[in-house]
Each structure stands twice: as structure tokens, then as C-alpha cells.
């Protein structure tokens, strides 16, 4: 088990490295430099232009910049904006609590909603089974932008129930806010959820030990809870942390849609303003929690299955 | 030909068959859009502004009096074409690659597969923003950067249906026969693999028209005054006013286009319709012998069964 | 408590099928078990003998009806509702199935699975359902209990895995064991061994015994009765000792004739010729008929009944010929 940590970890630390070299890199090989976001239309003096760079460390080569770069995340300083002057740090945390509570309301709903589908389908064959299997073809197809668009034309603006943008004061009218988004985001990956859920469980049930299990007169709950559920999870957990991990990357989209002011509207943003350090940093927060989740669910997957311990690596 | 087609459809299924139908009438009209287009899309009109369904405009106009009809048959050309290339080239960045690595394995399959994990850690959807940060917006930079990110998902599946086909028997007939690397690998294992190969594309294009819809949608992709699915869909200003149609037929024909990909790639693929599609027919012995390769028609036939 | 331990009647499973007609599986198996006894039940694959075990047990897949009764101690196991199944199943019958590496979840601790039962269904303290499994764990031969305890199934090897299996069915200590081919998915040489002490445990507790193999022999080395079942039905029903001496049945013949004897060196091995059919695909008359060495037209035409014949019991319409009556001695079922 302590072999697994440490070889994920590992896998972890290498994914986020050579992806931050990656984001880095290529932000600065980009074509126009970065210097240009700063002066925009005007064309500066030569002397002015180099000030700038020196200023910006750019006179620098690009593996020490990197590395500068690297040290500085490492202290918890992720540079300064180019747009606004601030601290990137500051403009990362002002939105990462808003992102944080969409993501997690979002999966709330997913898993309430996507385990209670998926499992009523796998036990209830035909005609529950059927409208479920029907749903989640559906579901599966409606993508994030359009369910946001779905949602505020009719929650927001015929039924007027949640506002269509921005957000509140307060955790709880931040909470109001972000219902609809998170619903937004949920549509896709609830229908997903449900299908894995359902197929894992089916699976499960046909097992022998099932029959085992109630052969013994175990009570039909514990069996479905204990020895079926338990042993359906890996799956399930598996598909949780890409969903999960999927649902950062679509903050993106449904963030720019609510106008809700987290890490996805801010990259977007970014994005428009050719901002690169707030751009750079965004973006390796992202990888970071897409990482980090697919980590969690290999960890998660060894501890339900004792069979993944001591196989050590499993990729 | 009428039996063929007969045999097609029992193969696809009801969903099967009204998924390629639909795709299918989507093409042609993306094919024949200024033949069939009542009016020029990008035409202004600004006394048409929202007006609703009328002999005129039989979808109605938008906010400065475009004809929404029109607007959505040209947008299926910009939205097929986007997920149409980046299918196109990761498959033929992805298939030789994954040929490759499952023919020789060893290093070459562990470099290839690393390499695949990495990507696969990044989703799309941001490669695909920092592309445009990059670039600039436009369908160009969106799409290069998507067919990167599509790679690892089909060149996983090709490599795993491949292993499959590389350690049976035939394989290791034809190579004593004296048959080379790429006459074997094209010739007999991706032909074995195509079914499920074609089926995942499908799919694969279902999922790059949602991304690059979705980028559209941000702005990123293609660009405002070209009619394209995405890019109609936001229309805050319209759905502010209350006016739903501009934004909701485009937003519903994505989601049908997509949900008959996914269909009709599961069913082309292989998989097990769903059971309330499926009605039982048992002919003779319908176990799956152990040795069938994946998707051969053996397995197709027995595992999909007729719907009617 | 009198009476038979366990008594089917007329027991009959039918299997839907996708196209509407049912196929049936078991045709009218009537048997009875006392108190401690040990009743091997005899065939091939397809024969029903499975079936059977999951009739008993209530354990018939979602497609099947079954019809005729089952009484285990009297009680109608049919009519049985959830919590009187669930007691019947707890401490009435124990199940030892075929793979263990199968029937026991993967992913729990051997202490958990052996102790689950006794922990849910008795209420009994985890300490003490612990030391008790221990306990019997020691008693089916395996070493170092307490190791294994925090073992999972995949840490161990099959044949111990079937003891542990073994040992879940002896705690809930059931008033009737069932082994469904308890050891076909182990190694010959620790066959011997498991079945040895699955054989002395019962015996000490006074369990009933229904062994299920397709070996007859070991079921003749086990069982004090046999029964061979053949597509569906019970063909034949005796004692071990007669069974092994004169084979009334041709099919039970043939089961006796198709093993190599230890004693002679065997030029060919007889074999019966044909391959065993399902209770649905035998026709009208006999299903043995069609590889049967005594069939005659007659055997096409009328199903047999199972009538008694030397102490024993028989389905074969032509058994007082081709079996020429013996002096009559003490035989009983």
C-alpha cells in the first residue's frame, strides 16, 4: 500500500512537472511577445521596450526564467498580472472558492443523482431499467453550455427562481447562485455515472459470491450494500474522479455562462487578454486537479480492492 | 442490395437505423446548404429583429433579423467539419502509432503509452484554451489542439483491439508465411479491428463536436458572424429577452447529432444495445466462441441481435 | 423430531426460454433423507444434480418455475416467506460450492466472510464469532487460523480456500449440508483430502449430507446411498455397497465401466457411446435409449417409471431382463 502511495505520488509529481514545463515553455514560444500585451497598440522606444523586458525578466534565458518561475510557485508566488498589476495569488484565490463550492455542489448532485439512477436501474430490470437506460443516452449527449443556456431560459428567466448570472452575497446566496450552474454541469455526468453504476452493479450481482452470500440467509439489503455495492466501486470510484476531474475543465464554459467570477471565467478571461502568468498559472491549477483526482481514485480503488495492493503499479 | 440493406438495418437496429438516418439527412443538408438555404445567413434585416416563425422565416430571426432557419443549415457545416477533422487526423496520427507499439511492444509500446498518459492527464478542453492563447482564437487552433487531445483515446483502443489480434494464431500464420509488418497490420488486423474502430470514431466525433462547440460557444473557436451551432447558441442577448428559439434549436440539434453518434457508434462497435431495444431471437448456439477476434462479424451478430 | 431431515416430491423445474416454450430441467424427482444421512446424487453434466441443490436452496435463476415440494423437516420450503427462507438458509442447510475462489468475495477478509453469518443473522459478538472461526478453521486442517483470518482469498491457495468455504458452512453448524462438486475445481491430490474431512466433520455433528459429483466412485466412497440422475431424472437409487457390486441401470453400468480399473491394465476403455442429453431434449421414451446397448423399439415409445428392483430403485423398462434376479439378500433403502 505504502508502495502504491509513493509510486502515485511519483507518477503525480512527473505528470505536474513536465506538464508545467509544457504550459510554460510554449506560453513563451508563443508568437508576439509577451511584453507587446503590455504596451498594446503604442509603439514604445527601443530603450522603453528593453526596461520592459528587463523588468519582466525576459532579457533572461528561458530555462532560468523557468526555473525563477518554478521556485517562485514553489513560495507561493505565482507572479503578477499583467493586465491588472495584482498578484496572480490574489486573483487565483479570489475566484477558487467560488470554483471549489461549484465543483463540489455539482458532484454532490452527480453522485446522489448518478448512484441512485444507476443502481435502481441495475436492480429493477425492465421497464425502471428501460426509462433509465433512456435518460441517460439522453443526458449523456447534453453538453454543459447548451443544459446552461436550457436552465437560465427557463429557471431564470420564465420562473425567475435562481438569478442568471453573477453571485451573491454570502455562502448562502452564493449557494443560490450556483444551483444552476451546478445542475448545468451535472446533466452530462449524472447520465455517465448512472450508466457505470448500473453496468458495475449488474455485473456485480451476477457474481457467484452474491449467491454465496445469500445461500448463507443474509438479509437482502446487506448483500446488495456489503458484498454487491462494495465490490462495484472501483468502477464507480474510477468514473467519479474523471468526472470530477472533467467538471474543473468545464468551469470553463459554465462559469463564462453564469458570469460567475471563479478560476474558469478568470481563465477565459485571461485567455482574451493574452494575460500569461495568470493564463500559466490557471492552467496548471486545472492539470493539478485533474491529476490529483485521477491519483485519489487509484488510491481509493486500492483500499476497496485488496487486489489492487499488491500489484503494485497498475498502468 | 435490398437484402443488404435489410441485413444493415437488423445489424444497426431501430435506434441504429434512425441515428444514421438522422446523421445522414444532417449531412446532406450540410452538403447542399446554399442549394437549400431559403436565405443568405449572415443577410440583416433589422425589421425582422425576433420575429417568430412566419412564412418568411419559418424558424423565425434573430436579434438583427438573420434567418435562424438558414443560419442552422450552414452552422452544420462549420460544426460537422470541425469534429470531421480532428477525428480524421488523430486517427491517422493514432492508428500507425498504435499499430506500432502493439507489433513491436517492448519499449516502443512503453514510450507510446507514457506518452499517452500524459496527454490523456491534460483535458481537451483546456489544451485547446491554451492553444488559443497561444494562436489566437479560430477553428484552426482549436481543432490542432483537439486532434492532439484525441489521440490517446483512439489510439488506445486500436492498440488494445490490436493486442488482441497480434497474439492470435493467424497472425503468427501470416508472419511464417512470410508476410511483412504492414501487410499484416493493415491488410488483416486493422481490417479485423475496423468495426470497433469505426464505431469509436463515431463517438470520438460526438465528443470533439461538443468540445468544439463549446469553445465556439466561449468565442474560441469559430468566430461570431459565421453561422455555426456553437457560436449561435451564445446568444445571451436573445435568451435575456426572453426569445428561446434562436438559441434552443441549435442547442437541440447538438444534442440530437451527438446523441446519434454516440448511438450508432455503440452499435457499430458491438456493444449490447439496451435492453429495452432489444427483443430476444435465439438461433442455434449463441455462445461467443473464445477465440473470435474482437468485432469480427461472428461476434457482431451474435452479440447484437436482431431489433425490430 | 421425527421424520425425514429433507423429502422432495415430485419436484419439477422449468426453464422460460426466448422464444415462449419451457424447457424442462428436473422431471419429477422424488427423494428422502433422514437425519445424518449421506445421499450421494450421481451425474453428467446437463443431468439436473445442480439444479437440484439450487431447488432445495432456493437459489433458481430468475427464468426457472419449479413445481412439486420440498420439505425440510417438515416445512414446506416453497412456501417459505423472506425471514423464514432467510432462517432455513442461516442454520437449515449449508451450500459448499463447486469454486471457491468463485463463491467468496474477493475483496473481504477471510475473518469477515466467515464470520459475517454469525455476527449478522445470531447477534453473536465479533470476539467471540472470531475465536469460534479460529476454531474451525484449525479443525478442516489449516495452520495458523489467526494469520489467516486476516487473509484475503487471493493470498491463499485454492484447495484452502475450499477448507475455509468447508468451515463456513460447519460454523453456521446447518442441520443438512449440500456439495455441489466440492472438489472438481481442486487438484486430485488434495481432492482426497477435502472430501476426507468434509466427511468426518459431518459425521461427528450428525449432519445429512447431499453429495453432488459426477464421480461416482467418490460418491460410493462417501454416501451410503446413491442416486444417478440422467437428464432430468433420478434413473437409479440404491445403496453404496449393492450400487458398487451389480449396477441395475445400463447408464450406471456404463458410469462403472467407463473408469480404468486399478487391477488390469486396460487395452481400451469403455465408453458410453453418445453424449448425455438435457431433460428437454430427450423425446417420449427413455432418455437413455438412443445409447443405450439393451434399447429396444419399446424403450422409444414409453418413458419408464421408477420401479423397485433388488433392494433398490430403477428406471429402465427392461431391467428384470438384461438383470437376471438374485438369490435375494438383506438389501434396504
Redesign the interface.
Known sequence: MTRLLLHRLGGLLTTLLLSSVLIFGSLYLAPGSPENVLFGSRMPSAAARVAVRHRLHLDQPLPVRYWDWLTGVLHGDLGTSMVTGQPVADRISAGLGTTLLLVLMTMVLVVVLGLGLGLAAAVRPGRVDGAVSAFTSVSVSVPPFVASTLLISVFAIRMGWFPASGVGQGLGGKIDALVLPACALAVISCGFLARVTRNAVREELAREHVQTSLVRGLPRLVVLRGHVLRNALPPIITAIGLLTAGTFASTLVVESAFAVPGIGQLTIQSVAQKDFPVVQAVALLLVAAFVVCNAASDLIQALVDPRLRTAGSTS | MREKLRTTTGRLGLAGTASAVFLLVVLLIALAAPLLAPADPNRQSLLDAYTGPSAAHLLGADGIGRDILSRLMFGARTSLLGPALVVGVSLLVGIPLALLASWYGGWVDAVV?RVF??IY??????LA??T????GPGLTPAVAALSIAYVPFLARIVRAAARQQRVSPYVDALSVQGFGVLRISVGHVLRNIAPTVVGQAAIAF?YAL?DL??LS????AVQAPTPDW?VM??DTDA??K?Y?LP??AP?VL???T??AL??LGARISGEKP???LRR???TGDRRVPNTAPVGTPNQKETTVGAVG | MSGPLLELSGLTVDIATEDGAPRTLLDGIDLTLARGEALGLVGESGSGKSMTVRAITRLLPAAARASGTIRFEGADVGAMDGSALRAYRDGGVGLVFQDPRAHINPTRRIGAFLIEALVRNRKVPRREALARAAAVLAEVGIDDPARRLRQYPHEISGGMLQRVMIASVLLAEPRLILADEPTTALDVTIQQEVVAILDRLRRERGMGMVFITHDLDLALAVCGRVAVMYAGRIVELRSADTLHERAAHPYTAGLLGSRPAIDRRAERLAAIPGRPVSAFESGQGCAFAPRCAHARPACEQRPPELTEFDGGLVRCARVTEIRPARPSKEASV
Open positions: 503509452a498518459d500524459l492527464a491534460l483535458p481537451g478542453l483546456l484554451v491554451l488559443v492563447a497561444l494562436f460526438g461538443l462547440a463549446s460557444y466561449l468565442g474560441l456553437g447558441v451564445s435568451l435575456l426572453g428561446w438559441v434552443i442547442g447538438i444534442v440530437l451527438v446523441l454516440t448511438v439496451p435492453r429495452y430476444a431471437k435465439r
